[in-house]
């Protein structure tokens, strides 16, 4: 097997392994699940945990059913029912910040259904440029320090704060870059290597993700070029099923994706305040708003500078940002006269239906 192959076959595992397992294949390293895209994970790395996302499984074992409505997402519903049936054990606990109504109930209600995994939560303004709402984040932030610091017994330092926004940095830049060379990769592949992010500590991933952008085959050429647009996509289907009918996806609008890792965070000065501003500088999720980063804009700009032939929206199910959202981006795409497909993504995938959809997507594009 080449380095790049086995690479990917070790970033490819991690999606499939039950986080249960997680410290037995990464010891001395301490795991704490979270949720979404507005959490500050280096406040957290410099408490001396490894942020984890929860990512939603196929198995239903029940749990959930007598927590949450059947109309919340499974997003939401899966992490719940791991938690419950015992999955996340060896977490040192979850964390949310707040990022849409799904999220919001999980959080409030954790703490009674999951006494024995602390939950930590952040309140994330939603009008990004309101004049509060630079001093709302930086207390939320001070609060959440404060409570690590209470938990651990040590105080998190600026020092240590500044080495892991530091780490983090360094990732974004290497993942900035796995962005621009998407065309390199078939689409599974683009889809683990980029997920892995998140599944493992940064200091071991860094350096495989290094050696992974050295490696990649030139360019695949005459291929459909799609950009993504989504929440989270825990299972790869959706890529795998690209990959079969013979596109490639060449950018995304995920809410874990390009988005989240287009700016650093500043080096210099107030470390909490630094990660204030960059989470108020990134391009908004759907239930955030800012008046000069929109995302019809940004997506527009995304299909240009990748050259993409067409979008896919892949919809969780009864996720209602993500469902507003597609109305404004895809009155913008039809205005810019770009093709687009909607696929609605559910607990366990439809591929055989999903294949034949993006087969004739493709076909109808021909690119
Ligand atoms: S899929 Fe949608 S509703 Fe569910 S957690 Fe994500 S953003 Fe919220």
């Given at each position: 097997m080449s380095p790049y192959d086995a690479i990917l076959n070790d970033l490819q595992t991690l999606g499939e392994m039950p986080l249960r397992r997680w410290r037995e294949r990464f010891p001395g390293f301490r795991p704490l699940g979270f949720m979404n895209?507005?959490?500050?994970?280096e406040l957290f790395h410099a408490a001396g945990f490894t942020p984890v996302l929860l990512l939603h499984r196929r198995e239903d074992r029940g749990q959930a059913k007598a927590h949450l409505p059947g109309f919340t997402c499974w997003v939401a519903r899966s992490a719940l029912d791991q938690a419950l049936a015992g999955e996340l054990e060896g977490l040192a606990g979850v964390a949310f910040a707040q990022s849409c109504d799904a999220v919001q109930a999980l959080a409030d209600l954790w703490p009674r259904a999951v006494p024995q995994l602390p939950a930590f939560y952040v309140a994330m303004p939603h009008h990004l440029a309101a004049p509060a709402a630079r001093s709302y984040l930086l207390a939320e932030l001070q609060r959440l320090r404060w409570r690590l610091e209470e938990m651990t017994g040590q105080a998190i330092g600026d020092e240590a704060l500044q080495a892991s926004i530091a780490l983090y940095n360094r990732t974004r830049a290497l993942l900035g870059r796995l962005h621009e060379l998407a065309d390199r990769l078939p689409p599974p592949a683009l889809h683990a290597a980029r997920q892995a992010a998140f599944l493992m500590p940064k200091e071991l991933y860094y350096p495989l993700l290094a050696q992974l952008l050295e490696q990649l085959p030139p360019s695949g050429t005459g291929s459909p070029r799609l950009v993504v647009v989504g929440s989270e996509l825990a299972d790869p289907s959706l890529y795998q099923v690209i990959a079969e009918a013979g596109g490639r996806v060449v950018g995304d609008l995920l809410d874990l994706g390009q988005r989240h890792f287009a700016l650093p965070v500043d080096e210099t000065g107030d470390p909490l305040q630094a990660l204030a501003d960059h989470a108020l500088a990134l391009l908004p999720t759907p239930t955030k708003y800012h008046p000069q980063r929109r995302r019809d804009a940004h997506l527009l700009e995304t299909v240009r500078t990748r050259q993409a032939d067409g979008v896919i929206f892949a919809r969780q199910k009864f996720c209602e940002p993500h469902g507003f959202d597609y109305v404004m981006l895809k009155a913008a795409l039809d205005r810019a006269g770009v093709p687009h497909l909607l696929i609605e993504l559910e607990q366990t995938p439809h591929v055989g239906q999903m294949r034949t959809r993006i087969e004739a997507f493709l076909e109808m594009i021909g690119a």
């Open positions: 895209a507005y959490l500050p994970e």
